[in-house]
């Protein structure tokens, strides 16, 4: 049998932080590569420290639903999962490029298969482009568009602005969009100036977080300009110094998120069968469906 944990923040204070987590667990769910899919939380139940014992399993493969390798990846999971043979160097990361690391958790008699965060996997490169997608209705977007990929940034870790540089670097690669930049909120180039950054006239905004919040709804469009309260809402696309801005909202409330949880396990080992082509025509369509809807609004 083979059980895949998603762990993730949660958060005591907004309702909406654990809602990503539980839906793409469902998505995960629905496939049937796993005989469990369990959820856990730093602040909120089940939590880290009881999530193992929940399962049957013998094989677990725990998938952190954060953006970026740090203190919560590197110490606070390992630690309450009691992962006593846990070291950071197995995963020989640069800061982008944590894999897995297969540890016993004697006291629960399992193999647990642990594995580096979802926000610094290739895969989520595919996932800003999709919420590009979404906030447009458009699955072609990029001709005529700039990308501005957006993270929190702190001198506390350095690896959350890796994290970010690393995707807006892949999707320039790619070709796809007219301009692409990396911008924060606590450091430079910040968001507040987000129109200064691009010639282009449509810039969409994708911020690299998992849920929808503080940051998400309230800082992030007050310092772009796209409403002067929160509260009252916003145009999509707002106009701000001759731009159109097409705000996206946390990247981790697309759909699609489902398939890099899914990527991360199969990297450690799982099973996971033709899973990861399901997840992606499925959020796909739904993805299509939503823009659809709000177009018809």
């Not at 731009?243 to 199969?266: F, K, P, S």
């Not at 993805?287 to 609004?297: C, I, K, L, R, T």
């Amino acid at each position: 049998m083979q059980a895949l944990v998603i762990v993730a923040h949660g958060s005591h204070l907004n309702p909406d932080a654990s809602t990503p987590t539980y839906e793409h667990a469902d998505t995960i769910r629905e496939s049937g590569v796993f005989d469990e899919v369990a959820t856990a939380f730093w602040k909120e139940e089940p939590s880290f420290r009881e999530v193992l014992r929940t399962l049957e399993s013998d094989d677990v493969y725990v998938v952190p639903l954060f953006i970026s390798e740090g203190y919560f990846t590197e110490e606070v999971i390992p630690r309450e999962l009691r992962l006593d043979d846990w070291d950071v160097e197995a995963w020989d990361s640069d800061g982008t490029s944590a894999t897995h690391a297969t540890l016993e958790a004697d006291d629960v008699d399992k193999t647990v298969h642990y594995c580096g965060p979802v926000g610094t996997h290739d895969a989520m490169t595919d996932v800003i482009v999709r919420r590009a997608e979404t906030v447009t209705g458009d699955p072609d977007v990029g001709d005529g568009f700039g990308l501005a990929v957006v993270g929190h940034g702190t001198e506390r870790n350095e690896n959350s602005a890796k994290a970010i540089e690393y995707h807006a670097e892949r999707v320039a690669e790619s070709g796809r969009f007219d301009e692409v930049k990396a911008l924060f909120m606590d450091e430079d180039p910040e968001i507040d100036d987000v129109t200064d950054f691009f010639e282009v006239e449509d810039i969409v905004v994708v911020p690299l977080f998992v849920a929808d919040g503080y940051h998400t709804q309230e800082d992030i469009p007050e310092d772009m300009g796209l409403t002067d309260d929160y509260r009252k809402g916003w145009d999509t696309p707002a106009e701000v110094d001759g731009h159109r801005i097409w705000y996206a909202g946390a990247v981790g409330t697309e759909a699609l998120m489902a398939d890099v949880v899914l990527e991360r396990a199969a990297d450690a080992g799982a099973d996971v069968g033709d899973a990861i082509d399901e997840v992606r025509r499925r959020t796909r369509v739904a993805g299509v469906e939503d823009a659809n809807a709000s177009a018809g609004d």
